[in-house]
């Protein structure tokens, strides 16, 4: 009798095991999953990405002044990018390129990092709108990688002036602060220039008719006593 209570204890003792081990299997599987999860996760986004922002140092561009134009690369992404190579789009009509070129290599570029590029151009004609299309960058984007990515930047315009326009702009600049804001455009300033033409009139006309009127009466009064002298 007690050997078959020594077997069942066996039993007992050893069924509680499995269980056991099960258990802690079935808590593990989770925690194996969820890692390998993560590995997947941090390998598929370990890449850079690159954006490319494309500006110009002058505000405004004058016929037969210097434009030059800035391009820069960022990486936002979780690894360096490499063998980065910039081309730009070809120079917009009116405009020709004098010192820089339109192509670079900016080599790698570390996570946070930038490079830069920039080129001058000169404006041969004025008044009209040149319009400049986007970049182009290729670079490497995963660690021992050699397939390449590319992106854009995106499109610039810029005005370019004639000296005539530039100086009537600044006058314009001037002429808004002397005005307090109240005077921005040439239309403004006609309009204004029409009512001061028109004060400076009323003035002017005034003034005549008050002197002519002071003359006519000093006549008047000379012949008064012109004709007084005789009657004595």
């Keep these: 009798m007690a050997a078959w209570k020594s077997l069942l204890l066996l039993a007992l003792l050893a069924g509680a095991a499995v269980v056991r081990a099960e258990e802690?299997?079935?808590?593990a599987a989770p925690a194996a999953e969820e890692a390998e999860d993560d590995e997947?996760?941090?390998?598929?986004?370990?890449?850079?990405?690159?954006v490319v922002r494309k500006w110009f140092k002058e505000e405004l561009g004058v016929q037969?002044?210097?434009?030059?134009?800035?391009?820069?690369?960022y990486n936002a992404g979780s690894a360096a990018a490499s063998?980065?190579?910039?081309?730009?789009?070809?120079?917009?009509?009116?405009?020709?390129?004098?010192?820089?070129?339109?192509?670079?290599?900016?080599g790698k570029i570390d996570v946070g990092g930038s490079a830069q590029h920039s080129y001058t151009l000169v404006a041969?004609?004025?008044?009209?709108?040149?319009e400049f299309a986007p970049a182009t960058?290729?670079?490497?984007?995963?660690?021992?990688?050699?397939?390449?990515?590319s992106t854009k930047s995106s499109a610039y315009g810029i005005y370019i002036m004639t000296p005539r326009e530039q100086i009537t702009?600044?006058?314009?600049?001037?002429?808004?602060?002397?005005?307090?804001?109240?005077?921005?455009?040439?239309?403004?300033?006609r309009n204004i220039a029409i009512v001061l033409g028109l004060v400076l009139a009323g003035v002017t006309g005034n003034n005549t008719y008050k002197s002519v009127n002071a003359k006519s009466s000093e006549r008047?009064?000379?012949?008064?006593?012109?004709?007084?002298?005789?009657?004595?």
């Design 83 to 106: 063998d980065v190579q910039l081309e730009d789009a070809p120079v917009p009509k009116g405009l020709r390129l004098i010192e820089g070129a339109l192509e670079a290599s900016l």
């Design 137 to 149: 960058v290729t670079y490497v984007a995963e660690f021992e990688s050699k397939e390449k990515q």
């Design 40 to 50: 997947d996760y941090d390998s598929a986004t370990d890449r850079a990405h690159l």
């Design 24 to 27: 802690a299997e079935a808590e």
């Design 124 to 130: 041969d004609d004025g008044a009209f709108a040149a």
């Design 169 to 189: 702009r600044y006058a314009l600049i001037a002429g808004s602060y002397a005005s307090l804001g109240m005077a921005t455009t040439t239309a403004h300033w």
């Design 64 to 73: 037969g002044r210097n434009l030059t134009v800035h391009l820069e690369a």
């Design 220 to 232: 008047r009064r000379t012949k008064a006593l012109a004709e007084l002298e005789k009657e004595q």
